[in-house]
């Protein structure tokens, strides 16, 4: 599963790798959506990066206040 992680959020990025994801930055599933599965965001910016135009139609999963691990676990709910 390939995961687009925004900016800022290594530790969760390092996490979803040791569980076998592939992470990819932000910017380049904004541009091409179909490359990642889900995206996690920090949730500290409401309208993503500026990109108030950006519409995907994959899940997002705010990372905001949550530990790698629960970043996971909500990751994994778009698996099945």
């Keep these: 599963m390939t995961v687009a ?6 530790p969760v990025k390092r996490y979803l790798e040791s569980q076998g994801c592939e992470c990819i930055d932000v910017k380049n599933a904004t541009s ?14 409401e309208n993503l990066m500026g990109m108030e135009d950006v519409t995907t139609q994959i899940p997002i999963v705010t990372a905001n ?16």
Excluded at 5 to 10: F, N, P, Y
């Design 65 to 80: 206040g949550l530990t790698p691990e629960e970043v996971y676990n909500r990751v994994k709910q778009y698996l099945h």
């Design 32 to 45: 091409s959506p179909s490359n990642a599965t889900v995206m996690v965001v920090t949730g500290a910016d």
């Design 5 to 10: 992680v925004e900016q800022g959020l290594e």
